[in-house]
């Protein structure tokens, strides 16, 4: 981002402290009877400071109590399991990840947002204007898989802190060597080495890896640009298979050209390693946008590009990271439908982008203004075009396929305790084990 740009962004971020609430947020304040109580759970997440800020703001200019829980990601879906399946809960609104999704449904633990469209107690504002990806990977169940779109899908949560993958890359580094950004894997991997040789303190590519699900988070990158997935149109298990050699063989090369490896890295050591300026590359969430551009935090704000994510077989680029649903055990249903709707309207969503919120519309990430401000929308904007919501199946089988089966095997298999061979082929019997043994699947089939 240039320095014109970081003034800009100041200068909209000053006003918009001092800004009125928008015409909706208004009248849903002044309708709000001032003894009711809302609550909300947030993950611990930088992002998702900016959601914190605006409820806080509402609850000082309303009057309205709001109470925030901040609580770290990995620790929210054991907490809303038991809050959720209470008789009334404590929350009004939640953030998910999207892999959760179908458990939750198939608990009956969400309200169903199409009935409240078609019995008038929500309204989502043009609803097209999502990013169609965006809104089948964080709300979408019952329809083709059980968990993406179709004939019998309905909608349970909206995408707010939802993402996909992207490349990011230190300019003044590549202007400084020649290099040019990746186009492909065979591109990337030629960069790891020369970026060892040339820049020896800087890390070639900062990369998830520790055990569970952050490296199979960090495999399913590279498993999907070559092609892979983790079960076939009928349901066959395909993770022992070219692309998942592959993917591994990726892995492998970032760890050893990595000082002191990737094997304990989770998804907050990425982020602070490439903002810090110790990371040359980085290739994972979108939501870096917000940790680089932040002119206190990021010492490399003003020596960031962005590319797509580099193609393998085919471009692909991962869905996930959060969506916000009303439990269906809310003590105020009416209002959290109601503060949904404005939470992921229009209006606020360009509000939220101009202090550096991550955009989940189309409209948004096209807006010419805000592409003067932040011209790494325009990747984004490309990217989604490949964004895969089948990235990973939402089954509710996923947690223990995710953390327990690949999470250790793709992590011995790194740390050369196993062969790659051996590690999928392990993971594939045991996956078809979980799968055999699901109630569930067996009457999906």
Same mark, same amino acid.
């Given at each position: ?21 928008i015409?909706?947020?208004a ?13 909300v ?6 992002y998702? !400071? ?48 999207t ?15 199409d ?6 107690r ?62 492909n894997?065979d !591109? ?34 590279? @498993? ?9 149109k ?16 990726v ?30 590359m980085?290739?994972?969430s979108?939501?870096i ?24 077989t ?7 990271? @959060? ?50 401000? @932040? ?21 509710? !089988?996923?947690?223990?396929i995710?953390? !327990? ?41």
């Amino acid at each position: 981002m240039t320095q014109n740009n970081r003034r800009q962004l100041l200068r909209f971020a000053q006003a918009l402290a001092c800004a009125p609430l928008i015409t909706s947020l208004a009248a849903f304040a002044d309708a709000t009877p001032k003894k009711t109580v809302i609550r909300v759970m947030l993950p611990a997440i930088p992002y998702f !400071e900016i959601i914190k800020h605006f409820l806080i703001k509402l609850s000082v200019k309303s009057g309205i109590s709001i109470e925030i829980d901040v609580l770290p990601y990995l620790e929210m879906r054991n907490i809303q399991l038991i809050e959720l399946q209470k008789n009334q809960g404590k929350y009004d609104l939640i953030f998910i990840l999207t892999s959760w999704k179908t458990e939750y449904v198939a608990l009956s633990l969400l309200s169903n947002l199409d009935v409240a469209q078609k019995n008038g107690r929500l309204k989502i504002d043009a609803i097209s204007d999502f990013v169609p990806a965006y809104l089948t990977v964080a709300g979408k169940v019952g329809g083709e898989r059980g968990y993406l779109d179709g004939p019998q899908a309905n909608l349970y949560a909206l995408p707010l802190g939802t993402d996909t993958s992207i490349f990011g890359y230190r300019s003044d580094i590549f202007q400084k060597h020649n290099w040019k950004a990746p186009l492909n894997y065979d !591109e990337l991997l030629a960069l790891l080495p020369l970026i060892r040789q040339h820049e020896p303190e800087l890390i070639p590519l900062s990369s998830r890896g520790a055990r569970g699900h952050q490296i199979t988070h960090a495999w399913l990158l590279h @498993f999907n640009a070559y092609g892979g997935a983790v079960f076939d149109k009928n349901w066959q298990v395909t993770v022992n298979s070219p692309a998942g050699i592959k993917a591994i063989d990726v892995l492998k090369a970032i760890h050893i050209t990595t000082k002191g490896g990737i094997l304990k890295n989770n998804y907050a050591d990425v982020g602070n390693a490439f903002i810090t300026g110790n990371a040359a590359m980085y290739l994972d969430s979108s939501f870096i946008f917000n940790i680089a551009n932040d002119t206190v935090k990021s010492v490399v704000h003003d020596k960031v590009s962005y590319a797509l994510h580099p193609k393998g077989t085919i471009h692909s680029s991962e869905t996930g990271g @959060f969506a916000i649903a009303v439990p269906k055990n809310s003590p105020s249903i009416d209002k959290s439908l109601e503060l949904l709707s404005i939470l992921t309207n229009r209006a606020q969503e360009k509000i939220f982008a101009r202090i550096g919120g991550i955009p989940v519309r189309s409209s948004t990430l096209r807006d010419p203004e805000l592409q003067k401000i @932040f011209p790494e929308y325009a990747v984004l904007a490309k990217q989604i075009e490949y964004a895969n919501p089948n990235w990973r199946p939402a089954i509710p !089988e996923w947690s223990i396929i995710n953390e !327990e089966i690949l999470g250790s095997l793709l992590h011995d298999a790194v740390a050369g305790k196993i062969t790659a061979t051996q590690a999928l082929e392990q993971a594939q019997e045991k996956i078809l084990l979980v799968m055999q043994a699901s109630g569930r699947f067996k009457k999906r089939v």
